[in-house]
């Protein structure tokens, strides 16, 4: 098993939940994601197994990666992670909302959004912490 594989796994290990940001790669999850989630599935205990996860997805596009959602949840779901259902994060157009050099989210209602959707997700994965 290669180092870094290794350093993701016990780093996964070590958390109570997933963030999963992704942009959407000819409709669907791109490799570099596929190709940890496949890593982490070869670990037993699967480190993925019985944590709670959301994700978000950005495209330049009007869907705002809707359909690397489906995949993603399709693939996490045989891995026993627990997905956040609602809200959904999908940033569609993504160009006029996120200076990716700065690092900074440059719509006021995306901002507003994403952390009232991050106070939410911290409720949902307490509960399943507690469950």
């Known amino acids: 098993m290669p180092d870094s594989a290794a350093a993701m796994i016990s780093a996964v290990e070590g958390v ?41 997805s950005v495209s330049p596009g009007l ?10 949840r399709q693939t996490l779901h045989c891995q026993e992670v627990i997905i956040m259902a609602k809200p959904e994060v999908q940033i569609a157009g993504a160009k006029g909302k996120v200076d990716v050099e700065a690092g900074q989210i440059t719509n006021t209602e995306t901002e507003t959004f994403l952390r009232g959707h991050l106070s939410a997700f911290q409720a949902f994965s307490q509960s399943w912490r507690r469950a």
């Not at 999850?29 to 037993?44: E, F, H, Y």
């Not at 869907?63 to 993603?72: D, I």
């Open 16 to 56: 109570d939940a997933l963030l999963i940001v992704t942009p959407e790669y000819n409709w669907s999850i791109p490799g570099g994601l596929k190709n940890a989630i496949d890593w982490l599935s070869r670990v037993n205990p699967n480190p993925l197994a019985r944590k709670p996860a959301a994700i978000w």
């Open 63 to 72: 869907l705002g990666g809707a359909r690397v959602h489906e995949s993603l």
